[in-house]
């Protein structure tokens, strides 16, 4: 059973639930992956469609997990749902996995990204040292207080979204129209979502979109759960639906093919175009700023997972250990320690890779489990049921286990960061 909440400590709002949910989705992927998909895909409906397709996935996902959540309202995620619908050595499977290399390595990602954006702009800067600050930092707000914690969460994930949707409206204004149609123009545009090169930039558009789920960490931190988890998750994963396919429409409405086609910098090539060069080397600045959310999110959900085992696990009982204001301060820890070591070893994307695919397969087996469960407890109470089911949950099968197989079949080498 969860650990009792102490009295009178401070709960995570639903709006507090939406920022981590959209800080742990918008990292740099929006901003590199586009120059890649242009190598082989030349249609502006089918570009701007596989942001669509990626984001159809994640509500599908998104849905299934709030139906979980409200059934079974404890914090831990893929860890508590599979232990509790196929079996416990496969739920500390995936906490174990998600802990680790999960969490802690997407972590230091960020926090380096963040780090290499910052010396962009100001070339004396050390990356690595940079991302170490930061990480402490955060990891200071997180274990002494929930309310700062929420708040900073807040402040520095709405900076994000309106630095974002600023730059959406101020592109859209400024840009000279390219000659790209973002309505399907005959058949081609069709064919074109059916090729293998469509199929490919999937899997990382599909990367991009990871994180969708973040909320369901801290289910039993949440005020209200039962009610307020299903829409946490829906609506911060709509909103990262509309930034990215906005964001990628301005890309490709305003700057020219060949000017973006293979660069991993889009951003900075963009904003270049638009705006001049000195612009662009302020949009790396902007991007640093902006992955601060990406690593306090993770820094905050994080360790709610090996906090939870521990309070099942006698194992790992001393990570479960809270504070008086119910922090996992002990968790925060550990995760913040692994983070920090994969940063200056930075030895993990290879592994970062095939954990990546190890916890795709978790999530499939999660939204799985949304069938199993309501076929062996249709007396469940459900507070919420997943829209659209059985379709929802079936689009999402469908389409993640596809990506799954593609993955395992090719072993496609990651051309840019998550």
Not at 39 to 60: E, P, R, Y
Not at 176 to 181: E, G, R, Y
Not at 260 to 265: M, P
């Amino acid at each position: 059973m969860p650990a009792p909440n102490p009295s009178g400590s401070y709960k995570i709002s639903v709006m507090t639930g939406i920022a981590i949910v959209v800080a742990s989705m918008v990292g740099t992927g929006v901003f590199t992956s586009l120059g890649f998909q242009v190598l082989d895909i030349k249609s502006g409906f089918a570009l701007l469609m596989l942001w669509a397709v990626g984001g159809i996935i994640a509500l599908c996902g998104a849905l299934s997990y709030g139906e979980l959540a409200a059934a079974m309202p404890r914090s831990g995620g893929e860890y508590h749902y599979l232990s509790r619908i196929y079996h416990p050595a496969l739920g500390f499977l995936s906490g174990w996995v998600s802990a680790t290399v999960g969490f802690a390595a997407p972590t230091a990602l960020a926090a380096m990204a963040l780090g290499r954006y910052a010396q962009s702009v100001w070339p004396t800067v050390s990356p690595s040292a940079l991302s170490v600050v930061v990480v402490l930092i955060l990891a200071t707000v997180h274990i002494t207080s929930r309310r700062a914690g929420s708040r900073l969460q807040v402040v520095i994930t709405t900076i994000k979204v309106l630095v974002l949707a600023g730059f959406i409206g101020v592109g859209l204004l400024v840009a000279q129209p390219q000659p790209l149609h973002f309505a399907p123009h005959g058949a081609a545009d069709w064919q074109q979502l059916l090729s293998p090169a469509f199929a490919v930039s999937l899997v990382y558009v599909s990367y991009a979109y990871s994180g969708w789920n973040a909320a369901v960490y801290l289910t039993g931190e949440v005020e209200q759960p039962q009610r307020n988890l299903p829409r946490i998750l829906l609506l911060g994963t709509s909103l990262v639906l509309l930034l990215y396919v906005g964001l990628n429409f301005v890309f490709l409405y305003s700057t020219p093919l060949s000017k973006i086609s293979g660069q991993l910098e889009v951003g900075f090539v963009v904003a270049s175009h638009l705006f001049g060069d000195t612009a662009g080397r302020l949009m790396g600045g902007a991007i640093a700023v902006l992955l601060v959310s990406t690593v306090s999110s993770m820094i905050f959900a994080g360790p709610r997972i090996v906090q939870v085992m521990g309070e099942d696990l006698p194992a790992l009982r001393p990570l479960a250990q809270l504070s008086s204001a119910g922090i996992p301060v002990r968790a925060t820890l550990f995760q913040t320690a692994l983070t920090i070591l994969f940063i200056l070893t930075a030895t993990f994307e290879q592994v970062l890779l095939y954990a990546g695919f190890v916890l795709s397969l978790f999530t499939f087996l999660t939204v799985l489990g949304l069938f199993i469960l309501r076929w062996r407890q249709p007396a469940l109470s459900r507070p919420y049921r997943a829209w659209g089911y059985p379709v929802t949950p079936l689009l999402f099968l469908l389409l993640n286990g596809w990506t799954l197989r593609f993955i395992a079949q090719r072993n496609p080498k990651r051309r840019y960061t998550e």
